[in-house]
Nanobody, 122 residues
Framework: QVQLVESGGGLVQAGDSLRLSCAASGRTFSSYVMGWFRQAPGKEREFVGLISASGGSRTYADSVKGRFTISRDNAKTTVYLQMNSLKPEDTGVYYC???????????????WGQGTQVTVSS
């Protein structure tokens, strides 16, 4: 069982940066792939990026590639999403999630946080 709590969301202007954190409970954190997803109003939840259990592999959605960076600290059982050059279309609720598989689809993720709101104004 893994419990996830996101933090760091807020209201920023286009071009600003923001760092989200996702703190996990449970001793098995280091065995999970960690993903970030987001959901804008009226839209489906979409994949943002993921990081492998060891941290050695990362995958990003094309829409955030080059602007967002995922990292993790297994000793602190925390995963981060550094978001730079934010755009209004990045607005949404951001969720972290844990999976035992290296997959992009949200339905393969077993544990989810409650989400944190990110709003980017133009």
């Amino acid at each position: 069982q893994v419990q996830l709590v996101e933090s760091g969301g807020g209201l920023v202007q286009a071009g600003d940066s923001l760092r989200l954190s996702c703190a996990a409970s449970g001793r098995t954190f280091s065995s999970y792939v960690m993903g970030w997803f987001r959901q804008a109003p009226g839209k489906e939840r979409e994949f943002v990026g993921l990081i492998s259990a060891s941290g050695g592999s990362r995958t990003y959605a094309d829409s955030v590639k080059g602007r967002f960076t995922i990292s993790r600290d297994n000793a602190k059982t925390t995963v981060y999403l550094q978001m730079n050059s934010l755009k209004p279309e990045d607005t949404g609720v951001y969720y972290c999630a844990a999976s035992s598989r290296l997959v992009l689809r949200p339905d393969f993720y077993d544990y989810w946080g409650q989400g944190t709101q990110v709003t980017v104004s133009s």
